[in-house]
């Protein structure tokens, strides 16, 4: 059983930065796509990243792309979600979801398993 544990969500002010933490345990994920999700209130879950297995390749939203950086450490089995330049509509809460298939990385239902997710406020 894969468990995912997502930290690093906060209250920052517009323009500021964030970077969030997916560690996973119970297994090693360095062969599986990972990405980043989110979901705000009374919406469904939206993607926001998505990274291969070996790092090589990301995809982003059209919303955060040039402000937020997915990346990976497969030696501690975390991936991480740099946010910059945060405005109050990046508002939301940030799950982590993996493995997944790179094929299908905006997809939700192509990723297995997910954290309990890490709120993230941006106030104006």
């Known amino acids: 059983q894969v468990q995912l544990v997502e930290s690093g969500g906060g209250l920052v002010q517009a323009g500021a930065s964030l970077r969030l933490s997916c560690a996973a345990s119970?297994?090693?994920?360095?062969?599986?796509?990972m990405g980043w999700f989110r979901q705000a209130p009374g919406n469904g879950r939206e993607f926001v990243a998505a990274?291969?297995?070996?790092?090589?390749?990301?995809r982003y939203s059209d919303s955060v792309k040039g402000r937020f950086t997915i990346s990976r450490d497969n030696a501690k089995n975390t991936v991480y979600l740099q946010m910059n330049s945060l405005k109050p509509e990046d508002t939301a809460v940030y799950y982590c979801?993996?493995?997944?298939?790179?094929?299908?990385?905006?997809?939700?239902?192509?990723?297995?398993?997910w954290g309990q997710g890490t709120q993230v406020t941006v106030s104006s």
């Open positions: 979801g993996g493995p997944g298939n790179f094929f299908f990385y905006s997809d939700p239902r192509k990723y297995r398993y």
């Open positions: 119970g297994s090693s994920l360095s062969s599986y796509a």
């Open positions: 990274i291969s297995a070996s790092g090589a390749n990301t």
